[in-house]
């Protein structure tokens, strides 16, 4: 195997790691809080955004520092291996401490985004570089098929959690421990992944201030601000799925795997769908689709396997429309930055994407955490129309904002087509 297939080995296996470990704590961790380590549900969601503004701010930091401080980055690899411990290890950790401590929760939680920064950083610089080697488009379909398999996993393994009775048991934590101690394992290529970066790929990853005009900055970041409340939004129903009580066979035990698959399914789906749509409409209509496919859930839930089935799937294959489509709209906006003129516009534009990103799932866990304090338990289907409302709500105001297609079209005189990766 040449060192250039090597390389691109190594950062499949590793991003296989470190997506299961993004994946895991969004999906799982405010449960682990209020249902294992029995927390508030609003202490919950407080902590839980709290660690995610925590990982957003040093993601700028870190990629700053990267970049100012060149005898850094020699320390890169330990730093990574390191970081890489003590993600896995504070992610084992968090379900097995006593319940009801806040403050220890807390401090294992930031410990673990901060930890998740230093390595997630250098990591995505070295997608970079393998993307100049071996073309974008190879690299984003390995980083798209891998993470829906993350993704995919952590769905399976809260199923059991869905089950009659699994709260709080030893089961559900060694879950989360077996899920933690997979990705370290996962994880053990990433120093020598990192040693074999050229020193001037981790400067990409430093934001910087675009050389562009102010009116594209402002697209930007309006374009990152509406994703953000989207993605709290949709975040937050997944999250509220695990909390009902709802009998331990049948489709709703299974309904995260279900909506995992459909969001894969989804890639191949909407593309057709929207094929003379401008991106922007195109994702306009995601959005539009998901907020009524919202709406039905608490309609389909409560009435039996089959109906269930037909809203869960609708769902997960609306919000994989969403998903793909902005992915797609931020690779277009970011194409009309001046790259030429300054490097440091992509680092910028991808680090205020994944900063108000992160801040839009840990706004979905305080989202979460205040629906579940608003009602008595058992939290049934009917419990969850009220928080329906409120996402598809914010489904709409997303669609109405990022809604520009006419103007786009008549200026490119085509639409944009839209990556199938």
């Known amino acids: 195997m040449r060192p250039g297939q090597r390389q691109l080995l190594a950062f499949g296996v590793t991003h296989g790691g470190k997506s299961l470990l993004w994946a895991g704590s969004d999906a799982l961790f405010l449960y682990t809080l209020i249902e294992i380590l029995e927390i508030s549900p609003p202490l919950a969601g407080g902590l839980f955004i709290l660690a995610s503004f925590c990982n957003a701010l040093l993601d700028g930091l870190w990629g700053r520092t990267l970049s100012r401080t060149p005898t850094l980055q020699a320390g890169v690899p330990a730093i990574g291996a390191g970081a890489a411990v003590l993600a896995c290890a504070m992610f084992a950790l968090l379900p097995m401490l006593r319940p009801d401590a806040a403050l220890a929760a807390g401090l294992v939680l930031v410990a673990f985004r901060c930890a998740f920064s230093l390595l997630d950083v250098p990591h995505n610089a070295v997608a970079a570089v393998l993307a100049g080697t071996h073309g974008h488009l190879a690299v984003a379909r390995w980083r798209t098929a891998i993470g829906a398999g993350a993704a995919l996993v952590v769905a399976a393994t809260a199923i059991p959690l869905l089950m009659a009775n699994a709260a709080g048991t030893g089961t559900a934590k060694w879950l989360l421990v077996a899920l933690g101690g997979g990705a370290l394992v996962m994880l053990a290529p990433l120093p020598w992944l990192l040693a074999t970066v050229p020193r001037e790929a981790m400067r990409s990853a430093a934001p910087a201030r675009p050389g562009t005009d102010a009116a594209r900055r402002r697209d930007l970041l309006r374009f990152c601000l509406v994703q953000m409340v989207g993605f709290a939004a949709l975040a937050s129903v997944g999250k509220a799925i695990l909390h009902l009580d709802i009998a331990g066979t049948g489709v709703m035990a299974n309904a995260l795997l279900l909506i995992a698959a459909l969001r894969l399914a989804s890639i191949w789906i909407w593309p057709p769908l929207t094929a003379r749509l401008p991106l922007s409409a195109s994702l306009a ?137």
């Open 285 to 421: 209509v995601a959005y539009l689709a998901t907020g009524v496919a919202v709406l039905l859930l608490p309609v389909g839930i409560g009435h039996g396997d089959i109906a269930a089935l037909a809203v869960l799937s609708a769902y997960g294959v609306a919000v994989g429309g969403v998903i793909l489509m902005v992915w797609s709209r931020f690779s277009e906006l970011l194409a009309q930055l001046d790259l030429a003129a300054d490097r440091g516009a992509a680092a910028y534009g991808y680090s205020l994407f994944t900063a108000t990103t992160k801040i839009g799932l840990g706004l979905s866990g305080l989202m979460t955490g205040l629906w579940i304090a608003d009602h008595a338990p058992p939290l049934n289907a009917s419990n969850l129309s009220n928080l329906a409302l409120i996402v598809a709500t914010l489904c709409a105001a997303c669609a109405a904002l990022g809604w520009r297609g006419r103007r786009e079209a008549s200026h490119a005189g085509a639409p944009s087509p839209i990556p199938r990766t």
